[in-house]
Structures are given as C-alpha cells and as structure tokens.
C-alpha cells in the first residue's frame, strides 16, 4: 500500500489547470512524472532525487501551500518530516546521485526513463529534461539544527 497513491492531490491539480493555466494533458503528464518520484521518496527516505521538468511543475503548487506541503509530509513520510524542494542542486553531485535515483524510479514504474546524462538532455521529450530541483525528504529537527 502506497500512502502517496491514498493521498487526495485533487486540490493541487485542479489548480494547475484553473490557476496556473497547464492544460489538462500537461496537469496528467507533470502528475504522473510526481508521483513516480514521490513513490520512490516514499520507498527511500533518505536519497535524493532529482526532478523533470513535468515533475517539478507538480510538485510547485503543493510546495506553494507551506500547510499542505507539512499534511502531506508528515501524511505519507511520518512526523516531524518535510518534502525538501532544492532549487540550486543542479551539477552537483548531490543533483548526479539523485538523477540516477529518478532514472531508477522512472525505470521500475515503467515509465519513459529521462536520459542518462543530464545535462545534454536537451533533445530528451519536454517533461522528462532537467530541472535545476532536487527533491528529498528531511527531518525538520534537522532542518532547524542546520538554520
């Protein structure tokens, strides 16, 4: 049983296409590539993973609503947790380690999986290119300690 497929993500994708203006097509795309990746990061707390472009414009709206982002973490991660969302991980090897991990994830699911490198994925299919973000859960008593 998967805690990410119980989740009601109704809000946040409703809103894509009512207040961010994606087409309903683009809404499905971006939501299915999310919740490849939320998977994973339900299955492996602790490794990072890098976002594709549909994924990241999923995961926006729900970083966007502080309150939602804390339900759904501690909901499906557990207490005292949160979905980290890193704009400034791209080419570090941090952002390396978790596109190999999104590459995994996409590869079990078996869905499309992005391209092996990275950075010249620029004839890769819109959603499955890079973003800059890293995705990957913390505990918030670490978040503070490193404050």
């Known amino acids: 049983m998967s805690r990410v497929l119980d989740y009601d993500f109704t809000r946040y994708r409703d809103a894509m296409v009512e207040r961010f203006g994606f087409s309903e097509t683009d809404r499905d795309v971006a939501w299915a590539d999310l919740t490849i990746i939320l998977r994973a990061m339900e299955a492996n707390p ?7 472009v549909a994924a990241d414009n999923a995961l926006h709206g729900l970083v966007l609503d502080t309150v939602g982002l804390m339900r759904f973490s501690e909901a499906v991660f557990g207490p005292g947790t949160v979905a980290v969302h890193d704009p400034f991980a791209y080419g570090t090897p ?11 994830a996409f590869r079990a699911a078996g869905a499309q999986e992005p391209p092996a490198n990275y950075r010249d994925a620029s004839n890769a299919p819109v959603g499955l290119r890079p973003m800059a973000c890293l995705a990957q859960v913390r505990r918030m008593e670490d978040i503070r300690a490193a404050a």
């Open 94 to 104: 941090e952002f390396d380690e978790g596109w190999a991990n999104t590459r995994a």
């Open 46 to 52: 602790t490794k990072p993973f890098a976002l594709t």
